[in-house]
């Protein structure tokens, strides 16, 4: 569904009078009462006399046996041909089967047109499969096994799952900066627009680690692996393509009860809320998960899911990437990365060949073979990959996911801002409560400027996307705290673009709008003389962004991290400027070697 033109239909509000509008509020309760009183008083409206006189007393258990069958039958009857009978009112993604034949793409979740690659795995036996030292002190899985050891790896270190960049399962941010308070009393949360990554997945189609299975498999019926290496004698490759596995669901559903207790006072419990996803279907599988544990099984009763179609040249704010032909080819692509597991894993690739007769390894299937540790870690709950790695090259693996994403999606791409500009606009919008009526970027201009699937009048937006799309969206809203200059010959030690605590596997920013009776003191001992304040409060992973890191109009002094709205809104105005849109995904440049891009944008 590409954007379709047309004049801007704006409804705006002027910022400084911006007021999150809650949503719609309905007659449910009030028809439930009317129901019930319309029901007495039909039954008051019957006769008390028989309509037919008694039978004879030696047919009366005949008539009652033979009435009992009949309402049975019917009953059952019924019973069976409702969901035929309703399937056509009313239905938004709700729970009859059949979705009526009008019903609009943007709401039909099934059948799924554009899923994306589904196949399965081999279930996973982890009680059979697990290896453990049975004289050290027990570690239960939880549900992963990820206690083991690692050559090293020293007391007080974290656990190589922290260091697997866009791979790791998920786990709160350790911080970015700034400390955590609590709100002052008097203040309070008006809305929330929170944007997730779906959850751990098998690799997508097209990935290194496919390739190497196959080597694997060709090869070792005359190669032999011996000590650590051991097990590739028998391995096989059995991952599936893309969609989630059983961790991939709990993430979601446990961050849709996390965000419940977080912000479940701001549901209004007589409304519908439109929540919005990609086609995917480990995207459609997200939504539906974290839902479930926001709402519960009855999710259905209180949002609708709206889907955007993620195809080639369709424009989506969520998968941004999508239509802009030059984040194909004109970005630096993954020469750092390549140029750093070079470095990194000179001394495994060394052990490696050490270990395998009539086996070559390269580089490249050393990497890949790091790379099936988280992947059969999420999918079977344990890896015999794992340890075949020092705590270093765990880091070093972290890094070479940092130095891949600031190229290809980050401040070091020239469609770094571009990507992700669809949906700095559409938060904007929502803050300024107006549709979006024009194209200046890849947003659908047919869903954003319809009230229907574009709303204004929630106080929760839930949507949802993938790694590198947040990381673009980071960088098109000009969180330049981010922009680290990352070498792609040696480990920077810490570093704030680190993927790991940016875009883990059910990834979550949540950027809250707080009111306040005054404004808040930015040393946050009080208030300060003034009248009603709003700020904005962008919270990645449970940990605050400090805004005023990367702008300087939002006070680098502030301990909490906020920033006014109004000041984030004139900021954020000069954004879709910044990120030069047409030129950055359609224009006709050089490609640049890694290091020379460091805007997010190309250079002129």
């Given at each position: 569904?590409?954007?379709?033109?047309?004049?801007?239909k704006?409804?705006?509000?002027?910022?400084?009078?911006?007021?999150?509008?809650?949503?719609?509020?309905?007659?449910?309760?009030?028809?439930?009462?009317?129901?019930?009183?319309?029901?007495?008083?039909?039954?008051?409206?019957?006769?008390?006399?028989?309509?037919?006189?008694?039978?004879?007393?030696?047919?009366?258990?005949?008539?009652?046996a033979?009435a009992?069958?009949i309402v049975?039958?019917?009953?059952?009857?019924?019973?069976?041909?409702?969901?035929?009978?309703?399937?056509?009112?009313?239905?938004?993604?709700?729970?009859?089967?059949?979705?009526?034949?009008?019903?609009?793409?943007?709401f039909?979740?099934?059948?799924?047109?554009?899923?994306?690659?589904?196949?399965?795995?081999?279930?996973?036996?982890?009680?059979?499969?697990?290896?453990?030292?049975?004289?050290?002190?027990?570690?239960?899985?939880?549900?992963?096994?990820?206690?083991?050891?690692?050559?090293?790896?020293?007391?007080?270190?974290?656990?190589?799952?922290?260091?697997?960049?866009?791979?790791?399962?998920?786990?709160?941010?350790?911080?970015?900066?700034?400390?955590?308070?609590?709100?002052?009393?008097?203040?309070?949360?008006?809305?929330?627009?929170?944007?997730?990554?779906?959850?751990?997945?098998?690799?997508?189609?097209?990935?290194?680690?496919?390739?190497?299975?196959?080597k694997?498999?060709?090869?070792?019926?005359?190669?032999?692996?011996?000590?650590?290496?051991?097990?590739?004698?028998?391995?096989?490759?059995?991952?599936?393509?893309?969609?989630?596995?059983?961790?991939?669901?709990?993430?979601?559903?446990?961050?849709?009860?996390?965000?419940?207790?977080?912000?479940?006072k701001?549901?209004?419990?007589?409304?519908?809320?439109?929540?919005?996803?990609?086609?995917?279907?480990?995207?459609?599988?997200?939504?539906?998960?974290?839902?479930?544990g926001?709402?519960?099984?009855?999710?259905?009763?209180?949002?609708?899911?709206?889907?955007?179609?993620?195809?080639?040249?369709?424009?989506?704010?969520?998968?941004?990437?999508?239509?802009?032909?030059?984040?194909?080819?004109?970005?630096?692509?993954?020469a750092?990365?390549?140029?750093?597991?070079?470095?990194?894993?000179?001394?495994?690739?060394?052990?490696?060949?050490?270990?395998?007769?009539?086996?070559?390894?390269?580089?490249?299937?050393?990497?890949?073979?790091?790379?099936?540790?988280?992947?059969?870690?999420?999918?079977?709950?344990?890896?015999?990959?794992?340890?075949?790695?020092?705590?270093?090259?765990?880091?070093?693996?972290?890094?070479?996911?940092?130095?891949?994403?600031?190229?290809?999606?980050?401040?070091?791409?020239?469609?770094?801002?571009?990507?992700?500009?669809?949906?700095?606009?559409?938060?904007?919008?929502?803050?300024?409560?107006?549709?979006?009526?024009?194209?200046?970027?890849?947003?659908?201009?047919?869903?954003?400027?319809?009230?229907?699937?574009?709303?204004?009048?929630?106080?929760?937006?839930?949507?949802?996307?993938?790694?590198?799309?947040?990381?673009?969206?980071?960088?098109?809203?000009?969180?330049?705290?981010?922009?680290?200059?990352?070498?792609?010959?040696?480990?920077?030690?810490?570093?704030?673009?680190?993927?790991?605590?940016?875009?883990?596997?059910?990834?979550?920013?949540?950027?809250?709008?707080?009111?306040?009776?005054?404004?808040?003191?930015?040393?946050?001992d009080?208030?300060?003389?003034?009248?009603?304040?709003?700020?904005?409060?962008?919270?990645?992973n449970?940990?605050?962004?400090?805004l005023?890191?990367?702008?300087?109009?939002?006070?680098?002094?502030?301990?909490?991290?906020?920033?006014?709205?109004?000041?984030?809104?004139?900021?954020?105005?000069?954004?879709?400027?910044?990120?030069?849109?047409?030129?950055?995904?359609?224009?006709?440049?050089?490609?640049e070697?890694?290091?020379?891009?460091?805007?997010?944008?190309?250079?002129?």
């Amino acid at each position: 569904m590409s954007a379709s033109s047309g004049k801007a239909k704006h409804h705006r509000t002027d910022s400084s009078n911006y007021t999150p509008v809650y949503q719609d509020e309905n007659d449910h309760d009030d028809a439930r009462e009317q129901t019930t009183h319309e029901s007495k008083s039909r039954a008051n409206q019957y006769p008390m006399t028989p309509l037919v006189a008694p039978p004879p007393p030696g047919g009366r258990y005949r008539m009652i046996a033979m009435a009992s069958c009949i309402v049975i039958l019917v009953a059952a009857n019924l019973y069976l041909s409702l969901p035929y009978a309703f399937a056509g009112h009313g239905y938004r993604n709700d729970n009859c089967p059949v979705p009526p034949e009008d019903l609009p793409q943007y709401f039909r979740t099934s059948p799924n047109l554009w899923p994306g690659p589904t196949a399965t795995g081999a279930p996973a036996f982890l009680a059979q499969t697990r290896v453990f030292d049975p004289t050290a002190a027990f570690v239960p899985n939880e549900p992963l096994q990820t206690s083991m050891p690692i050559e090293g790896m020293k007391a007080g270190n974290e656990s190589i799952f922290r260091m697997m960049a866009f791979l790791s399962p998920y786990f709160p941010s350790p911080g970015f900066g700034v400390d955590e308070y609590p709100l002052p009393d008097g203040a309070e949360i008006v809305q929330v627009q929170m944007l997730s990554r779906h959850g751990s997945r098998y690799p997508t189609s097209g990935s290194d680690v496919v390739r190497f299975g196959k080597k694997v498999a060709d090869e070792k019926s005359k190669a032999k692996f011996n000590g650590a290496l051991g097990f590739l004698q028998d391995w096989k490759y059995e991952l599936g393509t893309d969609i989630l596995v059983p961790k991939g669901r709990q993430e979601l559903f446990d961050s849709g009860v996390l965000h419940n207790y977080m912000y479940g006072k701001l549901y209004n419990p007589s409304s519908k809320i439109i929540v919005r996803t990609t086609t995917q279907d480990r995207m459609l599988k997200s939504a539906e998960n974290w839902l479930a544990g926001f709402f519960g099984l009855e999710w259905r009763n209180n949002a609708t899911i709206e889907v955007l179609i993620e195809g080639k040249n369709y424009n989506n704010s969520l998968a941004g990437y999508l239509n802009c032909p030059n984040a194909d080819t004109k970005t630096p692509g993954y020469a750092a990365p390549k140029t750093w597991a070079g470095i990194y894993l000179k001394d495994a690739l060394t052990r490696f060949n050490a270990m395998s007769e009539d086996f070559e390894w390269t580089a490249e299937d050393v990497y890949a073979a790091q790379t099936m540790c988280p992947y059969e870690t999420v999918s079977y709950g344990f890896s015999k990959f794992c340890d075949l790695f020092t705590y270093e090259e765990w880091q070093g693996f972290g890094y070479s996911i940092d130095l891949s994403f600031s190229s290809t999606n980050a401040f070091h791409s020239p469609t770094g801002r571009a990507i992700g500009l669809g949906y700095q606009q559409e938060v904007m919008a929502r803050l300024k409560n107006h549709t979006l009526g024009y194209s200046g970027s890849q947003i659908n201009v047919t869903l954003d400027n319809n009230l229907e699937t574009f709303p204004l009048n929630q106080s929760l937006y839930f949507d949802f996307s993938h790694d590198t799309n947040i990381v673009s969206v980071l960088t098109a809203f000009g969180l330049r705290q981010f922009a680290d200059e990352l070498p792609a010959t040696e480990y920077p030690g810490d570093h704030s673009f680190t993927v790991s605590h940016v875009t883990p596997f059910s990834a979550r920013l949540d950027m809250e709008i707080i009111k306040a009776p005054q404004p808040v003191s930015p040393q946050r001992d009080g208030y300060l003389k003034g009248g009603e304040t709003r700020y904005i409060h962008f919270v990645l992973n449970q940990r605050t962004i400090p805004l005023g890191q990367s702008f300087a109009e939002c006070d680098v002094g502030r301990k909490d991290g906020w920033c006014e709205l109004e000041t984030f809104i004139k900021i954020q105005d000069k954004m879709a400027e910044k990120a030069q849109y047409d030129f950055a995904c359609f224009g006709d440049y050089e490609a640049e070697p890694y290091g020379k891009v460091t805007d997010g944008v190309p250079n002129r």
